[in-house]
């Protein structure tokens, strides 16, 4: 079908296919170079007066949010997991976070949403390569 696309259209079919296998990754094409490098750096250093950083977002917390945004449901499942997969990086690379009080007073989906998430966090919190401020 995209080969079909590229011939009638005039372009390069990998580019076509290499863009529609990002846009089945959940990760949007300006961040991937972030990514890519998030997945090979030691230290990681986020700043969040908003929102939890994505790193340190529990499963529910992240489904809310994206439903949130306005996602359509099928379109969350696959941003979940994208954003579920870069927390490999945890554990491997040091990380400190410097996340506002504020975001933790603000609801995102539901008071079991938010107490899920608080926990995360201070579980989080807890390990070794991991400084939440």
Same mark, same amino acid.
């Given at each position: 079908?995209?080969?079909? @696309?590229?011939?009638? #259209?005039?372009?390069?079919?990998?580019?076509?296919?290499?863009?529609?296998?990002?846009?089945?990754?959940?990760?949007?094409?300006?961040?991937?170079? @972030?990514?890519?490098?998030?997945?090979?750096?030691?230290?990681?250093?986020?700043?969040?007066? #908003?929102?939890?950083?994505?790193?340190?977002?529990?499963?529910? @917390?992240?489904?809310? *949010?994206?439903?949130?945004?306005?996602?359509? *449901?099928?379109?969350?499942?696959?941003?979940? #997991?994208?954003?579920?997969?870069?927390?490999?990086?945890?554990?491997?690379?040091?990380?400190?976070?410097?996340?506002?009080?504020?975001?933790?007073?603000? *609801?995102?989906?539901?008071?079991?949403?938010?107490?899920?998430?608080?926990?995360?966090?201070?579980?989080?919190?807890?390990?070794?390569?991991?400084?939440?401020?």
């Amino acid at each position: 079908m995209l080969a079909g @696309y590229a011939d009638a #259209t005039g372009g390069d079919a990998d580019k076509i296919a290499e863009l529609a296998e990002r846009a089945k990754s959940g990760t949007p094409e300006f961040f991937m170079p @972030y990514k890519q490098a998030e997945a090979v750096a030691s230290i990681l250093r986020c700043w969040s007066p #908003t929102l939890v950083p994505g790193l340190l977002q529990c499963e529910p @917390y992240a489904r809310a *949010l994206f439903d949130i945004e306005g996602h359509a *449901l099928s379109r969350i499942d696959e941003l979940v #997991t994208a954003r579920m997969e870069r927390q490999a990086v945890i554990g491997r690379a040091y990380l400190t976070a410097v996340i506002d009080q504020h975001v933790l007073h603000r *609801l995102i989906g539901s008071p079991a949403v938010m107490s899920e998430q608080c926990g995360y966090l201070a579980s989080m919190a807890e390990q070794r390569k991991i400084s939440c401020t």
